[in-house]
């Protein structure tokens, strides 16, 4: 596994998305723990700081969790199968479409507070 030069993603997302395709390629089995923060940060040569920005990203999604002193663990309960379905630039995609609505809520509700505090 490694960092590539030509990718335009922030280290963190190649990371990431490195280890989940571990996890759907059956690399990392559920129940298995994953290396360390430190030897993920010797593996592609990145701060630990990358690392954990990965390892945060992933718990989020649901794909691994983590036990204070213990590590990082792929869930049991990861649909693998699943999993290799969606790309991760088919995540990217989603969280892309996500955010567009959830900014334009935003505006919506900021919108209608100003409209409530002229009327208040």
């Known amino acids: 596994m490694g960092l590539?030069?030509?990718d335009q993603r922030p280290p963190y997302v190649q990371i990431a998305e490195q280890i989940r395709q571990g996890i759907a390629d059956g690399t990392y089995q559920p129940g298995e723990k994953l290396p360390t923060g430190r030897q993920l940060e010797a593996e592609w040569g990145v701060?630990?700081?990358t690392v954990q920005r990965a390892?945060?990203?992933l718990q989020?999604?649901?794909l691994i969790y983590g036990i204070q002193g213990k590590g990082n663990f792929v869930r049991s309960d990861v649909d693998a199968g699943a999993l290799s379905?969606?790309?991760g630039s088919d995540l990217q995609q989603q969280v892309r479409q996500l955010n567009d609505e959830l900014d334009?809520?935003?505006k919506r509700v900021a919108k209608l507070e100003r409209k409530?505090?002229?009327i208040d």
């Open 60 to 62: 989020r999604e649901g």
């Open 85 to 87: 379905a969606v790309s």
């Open 47 to 49: 701060a630990i700081n």
């Open 55 to 57: 390892i945060n990203e």
């Open 4 to 6: 590539k030069a030509d």
């Open 104 to 106: 334009k809520v935003k």
């Open 116 to 118: 409530t505090k002229v």
